[in-house]
């Protein structure tokens, strides 16, 4: 790879979306970080943004730097939700489609949900934990937002399964469209396949965030369209982005003995255990938008209509911003972090990703000794989303008698 400093702005042919450099890919966000505030990617032909500052500012201006054109770098994905959901749409439509699920998303909404979701997760944890060893990535951090994420949205328990597959393929398709990408298509069309045959048949549970949705449409609040694109990038991104969280934190208390004592001492750090876990291994690696006039970025002139690539867990990891960026601390609590994005867009589910994964590790310290790792992790491929195929875990369970 090379990289050059222009007269006029950085240049590099890094690709951060390829294989080896996403599997490993902190030397290359240094790299780019250390080019400019804004680095011309020709040969992806977009400007990559990967510094903490650049990125919060470009979040936080939404009037230049649009999502109403779509959020993925290729058209052929982005023209069919452009404009119809949260993530793709910018004011007015933007605040209609999110005000019809915040008031279930809010904090206050979530503080009412814990003690549900708790036990969701206490009975998964005590089925898991029956056995000295497991894989914890299906056993854990699939099965919980499998279970609270569907049983929020109301959903039929049969075919559940196809988000595993089908959140990874459509996380994927953000990215500039390759052999690898093309090949989870399938999945993904399977997935809202299920989703639509869902919607159609207002199958949801009475109460749930579905049926809220489907009570929008009867009323002539949203389309049905519209509905359908809001449950599927809900569940989407209510599942892969805390599976790899999830799997996150059981690797790091794995990984660092310290860590787990310190949290068995002192449980109220567990809220400040997640900010770091998230600002470490970030679970969303970059999102798109397009400018909507010429601009500059730090300094760096940007046409109208240019592909801009924010890169949330570049930023995360600037040393300009985070001392010491590449180690946990769990004193750290950095609650500014980009993990959830900034501005208008910010995660409109991070109250319910951090209930979920404050409950679980929450639950194996009522349960557990010790956890350790039972085998190689395995990294799992995605050039959006940053997460584990496999982490075999051992553990050793406290004498409850």
């Not at 449950?231 to 599976?243: E, K, M, N, Q, Y």
Request: proline letters at 7%.
């Amino acid at each position: 790879m090379t990289t050059t400093p222009t007269q006029s702005y950085p240049v590099s042919d890094i690709d951060i979306f390829d294989a080896p450099v996403s599997l490993n890919p902190y030397a290359a966000y240094r790299e780019l970080r250390d080019l400019g505030p804004a680095v011309r990617v020709p040969s992806g032909d977009y400007w990559a943004v990967t510094r903490y500052d650049d990125i919060k500012a470009v979040l936080q201006n939404h009037e230049v730097f649009i999502s109403g054109k779509g959020t993925a770098h290729n058209d052929m994905f982005n023209e069919p939700v452009a404009g119809q959901v949260v993530l793709a749409s910018d004011p007015p439509v933007h605040e209609r489609l999110r005000s019809h699920l915040i008031d279930k998303l809010s904090p206050v909404a979530m503080r009412r949900l814990r003690s549900t979701i708790q036990q969701i997760v206490d009975d998964i944890i005590d089925a898991v934990i029956a056995q000295p060893s497991f894989d914890a990535v299906p056993a854990i951090a699939q099965a919980v937002p499998m279970k609270v994420v569907g049983d929020l949205m109301g959903l039929p328990e049969e075919g559940r399964t196809l988000l595993l597959k089908g959140a990874d393929a459509v996380f994927s398709s953000f990215a500039p469209l390759s052999p690898a990408i093309a090949e989870r298509i399938p999945h993904a069309q399977a997935y809202f396949a299920w989703i639509d045959e869902v919607a159609a048949q207002g199958a949801f549970t009475p109460g749930s965030w579905g049926d809220a949705l489907n009570d929008a449409v009867v009323r002539g609040l949203m389309s049905r369209e519209e509905m359908t694109a809001t449950i599927s990038a809900l569940l989407v991104a209510g599942f892969d982005t805390t599976v790899n969280s999830i799997a996150a934190s059981l690797r790091f208390f794995a990984e660092e003995p310290g860590l787990w004592r310190a949290l068995q001492e002192d449980a109220s750090k567990l809220p400040a255990v997640f900010e770091e876990t998230v600002r470490l291994e970030s679970p969303v690696v970059a999102f798109f938008r397009r400018t909507s006039c010429d601009t500059e970025i730090g300094g760096v002139p940007i046409p109208a209509d240019a592909r801009i690539l924010v890169v949330y867990a570049s930023g995360n990891r600037d040393e300009r911003h985070y001392p010491d960026p590449d180690q946990f601390r769990i004193e750290r609590n950095p609650v500014d972090h980009l993990a959830m994005g900034s501005g208008i867009h910010a995660c409109a589910g991070s109250a319910l990703a951090r209930v979920e994964a404050v409950s679980v590790t929450s639950s194996l310290l009522q349960r557990i000794e010790t956890i350790e790792l039972a085998g190689e992790p395995v990294r799992r491929y995605n050039p959006i989303v940053r997460g584990l195929e496999s982490l075999p875990l051992s553990v050793t369970l406290k004498d409850r008698s």
